[in-house]
């Protein structure tokens, strides 16, 4: 039977205004020769495109946000950072260069690949710990590193997306301490003009320099729904 108020729960111009088929699919799972290790955020906009062929028209994933250790994509960290597992290295601009230039970390990155072929279940602590030090070598290789002062590009990243700067402090005391957790701690306090007391949130991470990882991605044609 069909529900008469189900025309005035539509919402014009919306995505779901009308049936469609699409297709549930977690991101690490779009393995291809491409991407052995693991399915990476490039190859969303690959899948996006086949899917557009076979005429679906919703893809949903599973979250894609940073989790840090933990291997639930529940775990996220962020609302706003993306997990550095999915990160494609051959696409960040600096990597031709030190893949061509620095024997070692051309080498570091071969034994990533090599050493991670398709399988049916990827193992998240390897991958991860992989490509978080190849792409801590290839931070090193960069201006931004040398000098500790970002430019260009990425100094007006920054300055459109404020809140890269704690997380990024938040994250290099994480590595640094390893799994040990950090707490922001909230505590009384009486200002001097004697307003009264107010919550005050204090945070250790000062003076703590850390690398900040630019990403852009567009998957092109249907809509992605993360954990919806």
Same mark, same amino acid.
């Given at each position: 039977m069909k529900n008469k108020d189900s025309d005035k729960q539509k919402v014009p111009g919306s995505v779901f205004h009308e049936r469609r088929t699409g297709v549930v699919v977690p991101l690490g799972a779009l393995y291809s020769k491409k991407y052995a290790a693991v399915g990476e955020f490039p &190859?969303?906009? +690959? #899948? &996006?495109? #086949?899917?557009?062929k076979a005429g679906l028209s919703i893809i949903q994933l599973l979250p894609v946000n940073d989790t840090g250790t933990q291997s639930s994509p529940y775990s996220g960290l962020s609302a706003f950072a993306l997990h550095p597992v999915y990160v494609s290295l051959p696409d960040i601009p600096e990597f031709a260069g030190a893949y061509a230039a620095d024997h070692s970390f051309a080498e570091q990155y071969d034994d990533f690949i090599n050493n991670n072929p398709y399988k049916n279940r990827f193992d998240y602590d390897a991958v991860l710990a992989a490509k978080t030090g190849l792409l801590r070598s290839l931070y090193e290789t960069t201006p931004t590193a040398a000098s500790g002062i970002p430019g260009g590009e990425l100094a007006e990243w920054i300055r459109a997306n404020k809140w890269i700067i704690p997380y990024a402090v938040y994250k290099n005391l994480k590595w640094k301490k390893s799994t040990v957790f950090l707490e922001i701690v909230g505590r009384e306090r009486q200002e001097p003009s004697g307003n009264g007391n107010h919550r005050a949130m +204090? #945070? &250790?991470g000062q003076e703590e320099g850390a690398s900040v990882l630019r990403m852009d991605t567009d998957a092109g044609s249907p809509p992605v729904c993360t954990g919806c």
């Amino acid at each position: 039977m069909k529900n008469k108020d189900s025309d005035k729960q539509k919402v014009p111009g919306s995505v779901f205004h009308e049936r469609r088929t699409g297709v549930v699919v977690p991101l690490g799972a779009l393995y291809s020769k491409k991407y052995a290790a693991v399915g990476e955020f490039p &190859a969303l906009a +690959e #899948f &996006a495109r #086949f899917c557009k062929k076979a005429g679906l028209s919703i893809i949903q994933l599973l979250p894609v946000n940073d989790t840090g250790t933990q291997s639930s994509p529940y775990s996220g960290l962020s609302a706003f950072a993306l997990h550095p597992v999915y990160v494609s290295l051959p696409d960040i601009p600096e990597f031709a260069g030190a893949y061509a230039a620095d024997h070692s970390f051309a080498e570091q990155y071969d034994d990533f690949i090599n050493n991670n072929p398709y399988k049916n279940r990827f193992d998240y602590d390897a991958v991860l710990a992989a490509k978080t030090g190849l792409l801590r070598s290839l931070y090193e290789t960069t201006p931004t590193a040398a000098s500790g002062i970002p430019g260009g590009e990425l100094a007006e990243w920054i300055r459109a997306n404020k809140w890269i700067i704690p997380y990024a402090v938040y994250k290099n005391l994480k590595w640094k301490k390893s799994t040990v957790f950090l707490e922001i701690v909230g505590r009384e306090r009486q200002e001097p003009s004697g307003n009264g007391n107010h919550r005050a949130m +204090e #945070f &250790a991470g000062q003076e703590e320099g850390a690398s900040v990882l630019r990403m852009d991605t567009d998957a092109g044609s249907p809509p992605v729904c993360t954990g919806c």
